[in-house]
T-cell receptor
Framework: DGGITQSPKYLFRKEGQNVTLSCEQN?????MYWYRQDPGQGLRLIYY???????QKGDIAEGYSVSREKKESFPLTVTSAQKNPTAFYLC??????????????FGPGTRLLVL | AQSVTQPDIHITVSEGASLELRCNYS??????LFWYVQSPGQGLQLLLK??????LVQGIKGFEAEFKRSQSSFNLRKPSVHWSDAAEYFC????????????FGTGTRLTIIP
């Protein structure tokens, strides 16, 4: 089955701890995205990557970091600098950002909770 | 900057009744428009999209949406809702330079009553 997988489904973070959320896709998509979802606020873009070894900050990148070493993988690290990390995190991918008209497809999400 | 407004936070509809969810956007050029649906604790599923051409677009699960440039709207409709349609619905707008700046509305939660 082609698709986007995110793990874990639930993640607990202690104060001062960095945690990493996994996102993998087997759709052969070039572009990948991370969004944060809070109740009543819709989705907000954290980071996106158009190509391997390149990524760009979105609207709320502070306290987060990413890497894109492989086309199919785009892990997100929530650092201790992110003071309010409790949220639902969604990963998405699209064929490419180069030509326009791309549609983003989403994974099932990871819920991050602070202990 | 582009923006999306979904004026209805929560809508309740009887099963079998018709449905219209409102979406208004702000964008300087011709937008790319999307409707997604999200069940509790799940990711987003694409219902339909508008890029160009026919302003009435058909999607999955019997949904349709109409792009009205004069009203800056992209309302979602369904003639007869089913209990399984209960979910949260998100409208989104993207730029025609590539949709890395996909901007989402705050969502409309749909409740279906028997």
């Amino acid at each position: 089955d082609g698709g986007i997988t995110q793990s874990p489904k639930y993640l607990f973070r202690k104060e001062g701890q960095n945690v990493t959320l996994s996102c993998e896709q087997n759709l052969n998509h070039d572009a990948m995205y991370w969004y944060r979802q809070d109740p009543g606020q819709g989705l907000r873009l954290i980071y996106y990557s158009q190509i391997v070894n390149d990524f760009q900050k979105g609207d709320i990148a502070e306290g987060y970091s990413v890497s894109r070493e492989k086309k199919e993988s785009f892990p997100l690290t929530v650092t201790s600098a992110q003071k309010n990390p409790t949220a639902f995190y969604l990963c998405a991918s699209s064929i490419s950002r180069q030509t326009g008209e791309e549609t983003q497809y989403f994974g099932p999400g990871t819920r991050l909770l602070v202990l | 900057a582009q923006s999306v407004t979904q004026p209805d936070i929560h809508i309740t509809v009887s099963e079998g009744a018709s449905l219209e969810l409102r979406c208004n956007y702000s964008y300087g050029a011709t937008p790319y428009l999307f409707w997604y649906v999200q069940s509790p604790g799940q990711g987003l599923q694409l219902l339909l999209k508008y890029f160009s051409g026919d302003t009435l677009v058909q999607g999955i699960k019997g949904f349709e949406a109409e792009f009205k440039r004069s009203q800056s709207s992209f309302n979602l409709r369904k003639p007869s809702v089913h209990w399984s349609d209960a979910a949260e619905y998100f409208c989104a707008v993207g730029s025609n330079f590539g949709n890395e700046k996909l901007t989402f509305g705050t969502g409309t939660r749909l409740t279906i009553i028997p």
